[in-house]
């Protein structure tokens, strides 16, 4: 690998290390009821509410409609995100050390599932909260699900849901940018002093 490649690899996986001290994911609920908004940071390994309270107002505002109660407590994806981030940063550390590609890709591959696999359980989670809903709920709508987007706006009865990544996530994303920079674009590796690759240097012959 070049050193530009290597330096890239070191960057993107210190952002991944970073990551996991900032929330990854926001949801902004908005309601005319609510215009300071309600809102959740969902971290790595834990999940607040955007203010004091607001975790406990979005489950009292659930139990209404029949969802489930938000207990991060009982997220086991929340007990073993933290160390899968941390092992990949120094995984990503060490292969930009020891400098070679092959690695380097499996690095790439391996934080490349990480994300996507992340992004699908988010989905799932939300999924169920929005779907599986007690059919003994006080307010019930029939046909409405309440999941919330995984990415983008969508409105829920007279809420207006809002997902986006926070600060940690775009971190992710710009160690994932540089990582296929490093990659796909590495830069040219140095050949040393002398001739260029492929090149035979000539050497003329000693004087009589």
Same mark, same amino acid.
């Given at each position: 690998?070049?050193?530009?490649?290597?330096?890239?690899?070191?960057?993107?996986?210190?952002?991944?290390?970073?990551?996991?001290?900032?929330?990854?994911?926001?949801?902004?609920?908005?309601?005319?009821?609510?215009?300071?908004?309600?809102?959740?940071?969902?971290?790595?390994?834990?999940?607040?509410?955007?203010?004091?309270?607001?975790?406990?107002?979005?489950?009292?505002?659930?139990?209404?409609?029949?969802?489930?109660?938000?207990?991060?407590?009982?997220?086991?994806?929340?007990?073993?995100?933290?160390?899968?981030?941390?092992?990949?940063?120094? !995984? =990503? @550390?060490?292969? $930009? /050390?020891?400098?070679?590609?092959?690695?380097?890709?499996?690095?790439? %591959? &391996?934080? +490349?599932?990480?994300?996507?696999?992340?992004?699908?359980?988010?989905?799932?989670?939300?999924?169920?909260?929005?779907?599986?809903?007690?059919?003994?709920?006080?307010?019930?709508?029939?046909?409405?699900?309440?999941?919330?987007?995984?990415?983008?706006?969508?409105?829920?009865?007279?809420f207006r849901?809002?997902?986006?990544?926070?600060?940690?996530?775009?971190?992710?994303?710009?160690? !994932? =940018? @540089?990582?296929? $920079? /490093?990659?796909?674009?590495?830069?040219?590796?140095r050949q040393?002093? %002398? &001739?260029? +690759?492929?090149?035979?240097?000539?050497?003329?012959?000693?004087?009589?």
């Amino acid at each position: 690998m070049s050193r530009r490649a290597r330096v890239f690899l070191a960057v993107a996986s210190l952002l991944v290390g970073v990551s996991v001290l900032l929330p990854l994911w926001r949801i902004d609920l908005i309601a005319p009821q609510y215009p300071e908004g309600l809102g959740l940071l969902i971290s790595s390994h834990k999940i607040d509410g955007l203010k004091e309270g607001d975790l406990g107002s979005i489950n009292n505002l659930n139990h209404y409609i029949g969802m489930a109660v938000i207990e991060p407590d009982e997220i086991p994806e929340l007990r073993f995100m933290r160390p899968v981030f941390i092992v990949l940063a120094v !995984g =990503g @550390l060490g292969i $930009a /050390a020891l400098g070679r590609r092959l690695p380097a890709m499996l690095w790439m %591959g &391996a934080f +490349a599932v990480v994300m996507l696999g992340g992004l699908a359980d988010m989905y799932r989670w939300g999924y169920d909260y929005g779907h599986n809903l007690d059919p003994h709920a006080i307010i019930q709508v029939p046909g409405m699900s309440y999941q919330p987007p995984l990415i983008g706006s969508k409105q829920l009865l007279n809420f207006r849901a809002t997902s986006w990544p926070a600060s940690g996530g775009w971190l992710l994303a710009l160690a !994932g =940018g @540089l990582a296929t $920079a /490093a990659i796909f674009f590495p830069g040219r590796t140095r050949q040393g002093s %002398g &001739a260029p +690759a492929g090149h035979a240097v000539h050497v003329p012959p000693a004087a009589a």
